[in-house]
Every structure is written in C-alpha cells, then in structure tokens.
C-alpha cells in the first residue's frame, strides 16, 4: 500500500518475535484477580444473564466515576459510537469534524449512518485533534464535532467546548482509551453530549468485549437504551425505532463491575508505570515520550523514535529481552475505505502523518528529521538498551508487567 512518507532505506531489522525468548512482558494483559473471578462465577448461579443487576450497577458505577448523569452498558466501543451517532440524529448529508489519528472505529461510526468526516489536523504535541484546526474544519453542513482522547492523554475540553458552544454543535466523545482521564473541561466521556468507553482486554478496565455511553442529555440515554435493545420501549413486545443488538451480558458487566471496584489500584499502577518510563527515557537522544499531561488515564505508553531505524532496533532490543512491542495503525485518511471513498490524499493532515510515518508511533520513527542516528549500531541505541535494563530492575518493584503499557 502506498504510504505518505517512505521510510529511509537503512539495514532490515527483525523484529517478528523469537520463539527462544519467551515474551515475559506482553504489549498488554489484562489485570485480573480473585475479585473478577468471583463475581462473574456468581452470575452463572442466577436466573438472569442479560438485562439484569450486574448491567444495572456497572451502569451506575461508571457514572459515578465520570460524574455523567446516564450510563448505558453496550456490546463494544463501536457500539457505543454507533448508538452515539443515531442518538445525535446524524444521518446523510451531514458532516462531522474530526480527527484522522485515532483507531478507526471512530471514524467508522459515522460512515455507518452515511455521515461524512471532515477531518482536521491534530496538535503534534498531544497527538490529539487540534481545537484551532477542528474550528477551522467546521463549514454549513457540520452537524457535530467528535473528539478522541487518544491513547488516554485528555483532549482540551474547554476549548472545545467554546467552540461547540459558539457554532451550536454538539461533541460525541471518543473516550474509548481515556477512562479515568480528567480534562480541563471535566472527566473525559461526560464534558460533551456523548462519551463512550471501551472495554476491550487492552483497555484500563475490560469485560472481555464490551462499552459504556455516558451523556448528561435525557434524549441521547433514552434513545440509546432503546436502540441497543432491537428498538424496544419500555414493553419488551413493542418496538419504536429500528435498533440493534448491542445489548451488554450480566456475565460481561459482572467483570466490568469487578475491575471498576479495582479502578484507582489499575489506574495508580498505571500511572506509576508511566512515571517510571518516562523518568527513565528522559534526556535519551533520539528518542521522546508523550509529554506528561495532567489528568492523562494511561493507555499504551508511547515511545517515539527519531528513525524508523532507530525505533526498530529499540523494538529488536525489547523483543530479545522478552519485551514485545506493536506499531500504531496509520492515519484513517489513508486507509482504502477512506481514500476510495472521499479521495483522500498523503500530505492533507501533514502532522497526522508526521505523527505516524508508514504507520508508526509506540515505537515511531520521523524520517523528516534525517537519519544516521542508530544506523549501522551507532551509539544512539546505547543509552536505551541501559535505560531498559535498568527498567528491568525496576518491573518486579513496580508491577509495570501488570499494566497495559505497551513498548517497555
Ligand atoms: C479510540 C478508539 N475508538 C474506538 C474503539 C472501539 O472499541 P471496541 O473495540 O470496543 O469496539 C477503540 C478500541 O479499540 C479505540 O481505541
């Protein structure tokens, strides 16, 4: 596939996994304990496994944690996005700002109703959608801003805020990686009109497959609650809307209730983890993390490289030392579906792209910088092969193996 920016020619580097080193710190695991177990045995001893008061009190439990007045548990994040677009009345015709450096799925959700994205360029810095850009993007047909908070780094709330309140556009949030996350305009998933979590195995807090949309809006919960359930209104013979199955199982929303009752342990561990690495990759030419932002929920923990090369042989390293590692995907805009589609090109969010060269940040090199850093073995690599052993010591004190953070 072609892609925005070649990558400079320069030795392969392996880094397809070795079966002799066994990977001791996957790129993600999910922290389950006794707790977990427990409550999802119990559910399998009760009548109900769907609809019934394990929904109900994760429900409740994750708007208390996002101080959201509704909760409504779903199948996936995607559902949840989905559910938020039907619930904002947004079909064709319609257009909706937002960020081509995300995981798909956000953009997805409004091809599903026939919406199209107008994408705006993103704040190389938090790597998140940037709020001048995004203002900038909004033209007659905007119907609604959708934000990510991605990689749980929060994206400025307030300032987007201003923006929706000055056009009178409402904000679907893709808090999908961001639980926990506080902004500058309240918690990530209930400073707009609809915040959805994700729940993958990846993710701070997981049911295995599963998502949560939060809104402070009566409208969007109600119509959210009717169309995950097949249209249905308050009997369950009748039905209102075309909807959908995107119901969340008892047995789902009792693990989810036990990692929520786990948050802060998951969360505070996480951040530490975060804190670790980034003390001990500061100051390493050639290489940076994400800036630490206040209110940042983890996610996977960012390490970009200056080359492409570069990021290969740290990723060579890790891998030796048991580590595995992954690259992030390459802009939406891109992608077929996309560039089919609405004709896309390389080069319209120049810093989307710079973000994610031949796809890839955690673990990302920007050739635009030049190369010659690490080629051939040079002394740049050194210093982080040291930094990671001596991250090494640090692991076992710290639990970062438990944690989510991918690269290290
Ligand atoms: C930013 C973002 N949006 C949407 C999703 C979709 O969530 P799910 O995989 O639960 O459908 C994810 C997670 O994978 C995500 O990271």
């Not at 939060?214 to 809307?241: H, I, K, L, S």
């Not at 040079?378 to 210093?383: A, E, F, K, T, V």
Request: net charge neutral; charged share 25%; glycine share 12%.
């Amino acid at each position: 596939m072609e892609r925005a920016i070649e990558k400079p020619a320069g030795p392969a580097v392996d880094v397809t996994p070795d079966a002799r080193v066994p990977i001791e710190i996957p790129l993600s695991r999910p922290d389950i304990t006794d707790v977990e177990r427990s409550m999802v045995m119990a559910v399998l001893d009760r009548p109900t496994l769907s609809l019934g008061p394990e929904l109900e009190a994760f429900e409740e439990g994750v708007a208390r944690l996002t101080g959201a007045k509704h909760a409504v548990g779903v199948s996936s994040g995607t559902a949840g996005l989905h559910l938020a677009v039907r619930a904002l009345d947004l079909g064709p015709g319609d257009e909706v700002v937002t960020t081509p450096f995300s995981f798909i799925a956000s953009s997805n959700c409004l091809l599903y109703e026939r919406v199209r994205p107008i994408f705006a360029d993103i704040d190389p810095t938090s790597l998140n959608l940037d709020p001048r850009a995004a203002e900038a993007a909004i033209g007659a047909k905007t119907r609604a801003i959708l934000v990510v908070h991605v990689f749980g780094v929060p994206a400025d709330m307030e300032a987007f805020g201003r923006i929706a309140g000055r056009w009178g556009l409402p904000i679907i949030e893709d808090a999908c990686e961001a639980l926990g996350a506080r902004t500058p305009g309240g918690m990530a998933g209930a400073a707009g009109d609809a915040g959805v979590f994700a729940f993958y195995p990846n993710k701070q807090i997981t049911t295995g497959e599963g998502g949560m949309l939060v809104t402070n809006r009566d409208d969007v919960a109600a119509r959210a609650r009717c169309e995950r359930n097949q249209g249905r209104g308050p009997e369950w013979t009748r039905f209102e809307r075309v909807g959908f199955n995107y119901r969340m199982s008892e047995i789902h929303a009792a693990l989810g209730r036990a990692q929520l009752s786990r948050a802060s342990e998951i969360l505070a561990r996480r951040r530490r983890a975060a804190a670790l690495y980034r003390e001990l990759l500061a100051g390493i030419p050639g290489v940076e993390t994400l800036p630490d932002v206040p209110g940042a929920s983890p996610f996977v923990f960012v390490i970009r490289a200056e080359t492409p090369h570069l990021r290969d042989r740290i990723r060579e390293g890790l891998r030796r030392r048991g580590i595995e590692t992954g690259i992030y995907f390459p802009p939406i805009h891109l992608e077929p579906p996309y560039r089919d589609r609405f004709g896309f090109r390389p080069g319209q969010f120049p810093k989307a792209e710079d973000a994610d060269p031949a796809g890839d940040p955690l673990l990302h090199g920007d050739p635009r910088r030049g190369d010659g850093a690490g080629r051939g073995g040079g002394p740049r690599d050194g210093p982080v092969r040291d930094v990671l052993t001596r991250a090494r010591k640090h692991l076992p004190e710290t639990n970062v193996s438990e944690s989510v953070l991918g690269g290290i």
